[in-house]
């Protein structure tokens, strides 16, 4: 089954501790990216990659860091959390040049008191 | 930059009658693609309907329907017959289309509520 899987589901964390977020697919796409998601705001992008070792800046990228050694992985790095990243994140990916079809992972809850 | 605006933050309905949701957005490029996505309780992302900007025809899938106005930048979201299960949180969302790293614009979202 093509699908994109996150773990953990539901953090809750304290202020400084680093903690990784991971994001894994299985359809062998090139493009993957994070997303936050606040009330209010909709999702917004936080980094993405367009393929191993190849990375960028979204729109919301500071406090977090990112990294693709290899194509499957993703994963998101909160180096030193704080409240403000108290958020739902949703990794998704997609074929590269296919703006048409994206999937999403389950989304991950996290709480930074 | 691309922007995606939904002027209704909450809307409600009866159960079986139709309801629609608006959507601007705003780009200088003609190439691209606009999404409906459903979030429920679980809060999984699903697409609900996609157009692609150069198909002039409406996208239609069963109960939903948008009405696509290219030169307004409009994108509303028509759901008929609504059921209990279409309570959800309803993004917007934009794409260019073409190039490999065009991301998702989303607007901030409406809820809608399907009364019983």
């Known amino acids: 089954e093509a699908q994109v899987t996150q773990n953990p589901r539901y953090l809750i964390t304290v202020t400084g501790k680093k903690l990784t977020v991971t994001c894994s697919q299985n359809?062998?796409?090139?493009?993957m990216s994070w997303y936050r998601q606040d009330p209010g705001l909709g999702l917004r992008q936080i980094y993405y990659?367009?393929?191993?070792?190849?990375?960028d800046k979204g729109d919301v990228p500071e406090g977090y860091k990112v990294s693709r050694k290899e194509k499957r992985n993703f994963p998101l790095i909160l180096e030193s959390p704080s409240p403000n990243q108290t958020s739902l994140y949703f990794c998704?990916?997609?074929?590269?040049?296919?703006?048409?079809?994206?999937?999403f992972g389950p989304g991950t809850r996290l709480l930074v008191l | 930059a691309q922007t995606v605006t939904q002027s209704q933050p909450e809307m409600s309905v009866q159960e079986a009658e139709t309801v629609t949701l608006s959507c601007t957005y705003d780009?200088?490029?003609?190439?691209?693609?606009l999404f409906w996505y459903k979030q429920p309780p679980s809060r999984q992302m699903i697409l609900v309907i996609r157009?692609?900007?150069?198909?002039?025809q409406n996208a239609t899938e069963n109960r939903f329907s948008v009405n696509f106005q290219k030169a307004a930048k409009s994108f509303s979201l028509k759901i008929s017959d609504s059921q209990l299960g279409d309570t959800a949180m309803y993004f917007c969302?934009?794409?260019?289309?073409?190039?490999?790293?065009?991301?998702?614009?989303f607007g901030k979202g409406t809820l809608l509520t399907v009364n019983p």
């Open positions: 780009t200088s490029e003609s190439n691209y693609y």
């Open positions: 998704a990916s997609r074929l590269a040049g296919h703006q048409e079809t994206q999937y």
């Open positions: 359809m062998n796409h090139e493009y």
């Open positions: 969302a934009f794409s260019l289309s073409g190039g490999s790293n065009y991301k998702l614009t």
């Open positions: 990659s367009m393929n191993v070792e190849v990375t």
């Open positions: 157009q692609e900007a150069y198909k002039q």
